[in-house]
């Protein structure tokens, strides 16, 4: 995407932008081997990440705000949902205030396949963090979270111009305003 510059900053510009490329890369092969292991589609795999986001902030996800995150009619989400389910991956539950409401979780089944297989990624990634001092640590999740805003900002543009239609934006689980 970026060509190497002559400059120190350019480089770095450069470098940085062809590592993030090939970190996602190799993040959505490892997420296509988890997914073909067992069974699931990128958008059974998407729905499952947005589920684990939500839990993660104690923000369950419902049907609606998934279909919104991935945007899917509420006819493709039941669908996605009842896999899922069936599969022993996610489970529903009632909010106790509100009936009608329902949240999504990762099922006891679907959450231990998903620590059995990414645990040794997870040792990996504390590895490599144990590496940097808190203020470091703190750059890096700026600029990470910056990068983040910026993609989710090019992929709803996209989709914009590809005509398709536009939902209520949710509050992604860890942005400010979900918080």
């Given amino acids: 995407m970026y060509r190497r ?3 120190r900053r350019g480089r770095m510009i450069a470098d940085i932008t ?4 090939r970190y996602s890369v190799d993040a959505q092969h490892i997420g296509h081997a988890f997914a073909g292991l067992h069974g699931l ?5 998407h729905a499952l990440i947005a589920v684990m986001d939500a839990e993660l902030v104690g923000d369950p996800i419902t049907p609606g705000r998934l279909g919104e995150r991935l945007n899917l009619s509420s ?4 669908a996605l949902i009842d896999r899922l389910e069936r599969a022993g991956h996610i489970r529903r539950d009632r909010d106790t205030a509100d009936r009608r409401k ?3 979780h990762y099922a006891d089944r679907g959450a231990e396949l ?3 297989f990414f645990a040794p990624l997870g040792r990996r990634t504390d590895d490599v963090m144990a590496r940097y001092t808190d203020d470091e640590l703190e750059v890096v999740h700026r600029f990470m979270t910056d990068m983040v805003a910026s993609m989710r900002e090019h992929r ?3 989709r914009a111009a590809r005509g398709e239609p536009a939902r209520r934006p949710a509050a992604d689980p ?4 979900a918080g």
């Fill in 102 to 104: 329902v949240f999504l």
């Fill in 5 to 7: 510059r002559d400059d």
């Fill in 156 to 158: 709803d543009a996209v």
């Fill in 114 to 116: 998903a620590r059995s």
């Fill in 174 to 177: 860890g942005s400010p305003a």
């Fill in 41 to 45: 589609n990128a958008t059974d795999l």
């Fill in 75 to 78: 006819g493709s989400v039941t």
């Fill in 18 to 21: 062809n590592d993030l490329r």
